[in-house]
């Protein structure tokens, strides 16, 4: 499994309807979510890795789609490449 602390990828996390262009980060306690500038939502979406209940497969018509279920209850989407090997990483990152 990829080691992917210290990395960024291209991604897009949805904001209700919105799928938000930016890149996903990871350290050591969380990931990042920073988006671009020229979105009409933009900021940032920050997720521990102690309260991810779930990472999976997202279900629809989008190949790349990966959920992050946080304690919480919120559902986190993002659009992303090598997604079985980042669900991975995560699952193996999250404190149960």
Known sequence: MKNYVG?????NYFR?????????????????????????????????????????RGRGILPTLMVVLTKDGINHRFVLSKRDDIIAFIESRKTI
Do not use: C, W
């Open 16 to 56: 209700g309807i919105e799928a938000v262009g930016g890149k996903l980060f990871f350290d050591e306690t969380g990931m990042t979510f920073k988006s671009h500038a020229l979105n009409i939502q933009t900021g940032e979406a920050r997720i521990d890795y102690s309260q991810v209940q779930e990472a999976k």
């Open 7 to 11: 990395v960024d990828i291209p991604a």
